[in-house]
């Protein structure tokens, strides 16, 4: 083995490593196949070039972007480490110049992007020579299951035995990620057929990053952002924003105050260039991106994160927050979100994964033959041109559809269906657990740490997030319960006393006066931040759908609280309404008796039917039904299971302005307020 510590020294000029980088240098220098999954800025890099140049050759890297490529090569090269590169932003003559040097045997490094592995006659070149190693960098873009999947890399697989078995012994192959789940993991393991890999899951925990998570109207977040970054002790900052013209928007605004300038893919790449460089520099203290910027940016004193709309998947909000506090200073990462960013993402992934039964139809159309995309397109006037596109191509991405050279398409393998169904799903399943983190009651980063499996973490609560330090918070508000939020914690405990395990809605139902169920889950919410009670997730199928709730339990501090009180409850402020606004605003008592010591006796509030002596809009109730026939189709259950006629016409009688005036209509209860309300809402002002 050779002296680690002195390559450090001599070829990196760094004097130590950083937690877990030696035990993965030693591993893979060793000849041992590895996954490294360590979070953004803990030195994934340093785990492969160490242990290539360690173990002499070159080490082939394969890394998605040219941004990140250019970036890891220059870096080296400044070190006088022979790396080079070939990517489609570099000409012919000058990747040839590269090919050659590295069949010269001059080159330590190699980076190329994936999809060069596909050029015909590019693997057999690399293969002329025996690699130190092959590194697989973002290797989560490997998986069905990875929030940034890519065809390319679906190839490897395929392509590396070539490049593994050039030599005497096999090439040592280690897969590099930050945002790699148990599932992912278990798939990158599988497609780069390395199933003895020494796995490296670890460092998720970032004690100096504090979370946030602030529901907010989208009116209201650019004056958050704005009071939140005048404090220059939260600057330098990275403000990711949902669209293009957000950024655009948002960065005006903040450029008033201190220097802030706009990020996004419409850019040009010069200017994108300029921008980043500033940033980097610190001529720029305020960058307002989309999610485009930020891979392989090192800059270690970003004092604070703001997302203001919800991300798509905990692993990409994980990555974006992780560019925050890398040189270990205390730092903040702030979650600006609303319920109606679930309808955009809903949105999003409707059009990102059209439904099966168009990729059916074409798969049933297509033959052994190939034919012109657009040939077959004529055949699909029915559909949306770029519906039907993105369909051709999930159906060439799971194996239903092989494109040929031109635009050209055949018919595949009859196996795709379940393969997409379940990548679907489990895009939909990544957006429920992203809001689910919203909701979530507990430590901030105990959730992160958890979801990525970290294996050697302590499950202690993290002491600085907006759970475990709510008077640190820098814009969400809390204050201690009223008299009335006090009596209804006090009837929640005591119903919990009685030892069962009530859903929440169950609890809700039973409590005599309690408030509208918003607000009513936010004193669960603050019952469990107190450690009152526990909020455990629960679910079950129906009609081919999950359908997630809570149950809530009580705990030992819980059992011992006297009328609803504890120095603990902190209860957390509306921000879309003023402040106190919905403490009043409670089920009459008259509609439920009160609860009995056995807790049997509560009855739920009176449900909204279409009232005989309400005049019922005729045109709002068949756009409604339009609707649920398009619902219906999209989901491929019958029209009666979105909605019933007796929900559809009561909602055309008393047409619900909000969340909570829908959640009293017939036939409409939490898990459907939040699958259809945004939309149904929608409808309804359309016609006011």
Known sequence: MPDLHQLLRDRFRLTAFRPSQEEVCRAVTGGSDALVVMPTGAGKSLCYQLPGIARGGTALVISPLIALMEDQVAKLQELGIAAERIHSGRDRGTSRAVCRDYLDGTLELLFIAPERLGVPGFPEMLAKRELSLIAVDEAHCISHWGHDFRPDYRLLGQRLPLLREAGDRPTPVVALTATATPLVQTDIVEQLAMPGAEKFIRGFRRENLAVEVVELQPSRRRGAVQSLLEDPARRPAIVYAPSRKETEGLAAQLAESFPAEAYHAGMDGAERDRVQAAFLGGDLEVIVATIAFGMGVDKPDVRTVVHTGLPGSLEGYYQEIGRAGRDGEPSRAVLLYSWADRRTHEFFQDRDYPDPALLDRIFQALGEEPVPVDTLMAKFLDADEEVFLRALEKLGIHGGAVRSFGDEVRRGASGWRSSYINQRDHRADQLERMIGFTDGNGCRMLHLVQHFGDREDSGKPCGVCDVCAPSDCSVRRFRSPDGEEERVIAEV????????????????????????????????????????????????????????????????????????????????????????????????????????????????????????????????????????????????????????????????????????????????????????????????????
């Open 493 to 688: 405990l005591d119903l919990l006393r009685e030892g069962d395990t009530p859903t929440t809605g169950q609890i809700y139902k039973a409590i005599p006066g309690a408030p509208d169920r918003r607000d009513f889950e936010r004193l669960l919410g603050a019952c469990a931040r107190a450690d009152l009670i526990h909020l455990v997730e629960d679910s079950f199928d129906k009609d081919g759908q999950t359908i997630r709730f809570r149950r809530a339990r009580i705990t030992v501090e819980g059992a011992r609280a006297a009328d609803g009180r504890s120095p603990a409850l902190q209860i957390l402020e509306l921000d879309d309404r003023p402040a106190g606004a919905g403490k009043t605003t409670k089920r009459s008592r008259s509609r439920s008796s009160s609860r009995g010591r056995s807790g049997k006796g509560g009855s739920s509030s009176a449900k909204l039917v279409a009232d005989p002596n309400l005049p019922v809009d005729a045109d709002l109730e068949d756009r409604l039904r339009q609707w649920r026939l398009e619902e219906s189709r999209r989901r491929s259950v019958p029209a009666f299971v979105v909605f019933s006629d007796k929900t559809l016409h009561a909602l055309a009688a008393h047409k619900p302005t909000d969340e909570d005036q829908l959640l009293a209509v017939h036939g409409i209860g939490p898990q459907k307020a939040k699958d259809y309300g945004g939309a149904i809402l929608e409808i309804i002002r359309g016609r006011a």
